[in-house]
């Protein structure tokens, strides 16, 4: 009953926010600005995905290439730090947030910003550093800046998770909120996003992740124990599972955990215990890991995201934009 209520006043006061901006609009910036995010909270691969779109912007556009010539511009969950930061490889997680610090990390020529506001993020990439593309990470939901394309990622099997609005379920919006997409992206290998896709006339897209080499794979010769601090740990047990990796063990903490030398340390002695030959971690995690002096190895796990149509994906998006 509580949920109920709970899942009705935030259905409330969302629709009535994206009311007030579907009338009013966002700034413009005078750079295009590609959306990239949700219709529920966290876990759906925005971060592989931006970093996958990232690459493939660089690669037919050469000029985007060189150094600030597309932006990312993220909110930085979970970091300490209110003012704007402009995220550097040697960056602190805890002034750039780890989602940002993962992407310039994987991306080094990007130029990547940390602040609450979108708005001021894009006046300073524009305007200080000429940044000719903007993407916009996690953006869906905000309104105040304006975007030229809006890409929206479903899970391919549960797009809308339960069907229910927070705190009931995942959904930050009513499944409608697709008819102001762009376009969908299908992350996974299901079909449940096609029929979503089809059902609000919009374009679909694909990615999935990379399959892990055999040599990496082989150097795992035994089980292993698992550690997360995500939103969606159930998603790197799957994946884990797909590829062939052994598990005897997991610890899940929340989404954006800051680890602790005694959170570490008892994990490591935990997968000790219980015969595993090495801890692992999504790459997420292992940017909020100062230091492993566990007596197990610590392996980051590979996870990319490749775009099937990625052709046909800068095609559509130069029918929106001039890069």
């Known amino acids: ?5 709970a899942e009705r006043l935030y259905g409330y006061f969302a629709e009535s ?27 759906n691969g925005k971060t592989p995905f931006v970093i996958a779109l990232l ?26 730090s209110k003012e704007l ?5 040697d960056s602190h997680w805890e002034e750039s947030g780890d989602e940002p610090l993962l992407i310039k990390r994987s991306c080094p020529k990007a130029l990547i910003i940390s602040n609450a506001s979108r708005v001021e993020s894009a006046k300073v990439a524009a305007n200080e550093f000429g940044a000719k593309l903007i993407i916009l990470d996690d953006g869906f939901q905000h309104r105040s800046l304006a975007r030229d394309i809006d890409l929206v990622l479903l899970d391919s099997d549960f797009p809308f998770d339960n069907g229910h609005l927070l705190p009931a379920g995942r959904l930050r919006e009513r499944p409608p909120a697709i008819s102001r997409t762009s ?13 979503v896709s089809e059902a609000y006339g919009k374009r679909l897209f694909h990615a999935e992740p990379l399959s892990l080499t055999e040599s990496w794979t082989d150097r795992l010769v035994g089980p292993v124990f698992l550690l ?12 884990l599972e797909k590829v062939g990796i ?18 570490l340390g008892a994990v490591a002695e935990e997968a000790r215990r219980s015969n595993a030959v090495a801890v692992m971690t999504t790459a997420k995690d292992n940017i909020r890991i100062r230091s492993w002096n566990g007596s ?22 130069a029918t929106f934009i001039t890069l």
């Open 228 to 239: 997360t601090g995500v939103a969606r740990p159930e998603r790197v047990r799957m994946f």
């Open 17 to 43: 926010y994206h009311r007030k901006w579907d009338k009013r609009g966002g700034w413009r910036a005078p750079v295009p600005v590609i959306s990239v995010g949700n219709i529920t909270v966290g876990g």
């Open 85 to 89: 930061t402009i995220v550097e490889i």
């Open 55 to 80: 690459k493939l912007l660089e690669q037919h556009f050469p000029h985007l290439h060189e150094r600030n010539r597309i932006a990312v511009l993220s909110r930085g969950y979970g970091r300490q």
């Open 296 to 317: 197990l190895p610590l392996v980051e796990i590979p996870y990319e995201l490749s775009i099937l149509e990625s052709d046909e994906l800068i095609s559509w998006i």
């Open 183 to 195: 376009a969908v992206v299908s992350i996974g290998t299901g079909d449940a996003a096609k029929v």
């Open 246 to 263: 052994q598990m005897v063990g997991h610890r899940a903490f929340r989404d954006h955990h800051p680890f602790i030398e005694s959170e």
């Open 1 to 5: 009953m509580i949920l109920t209520l």
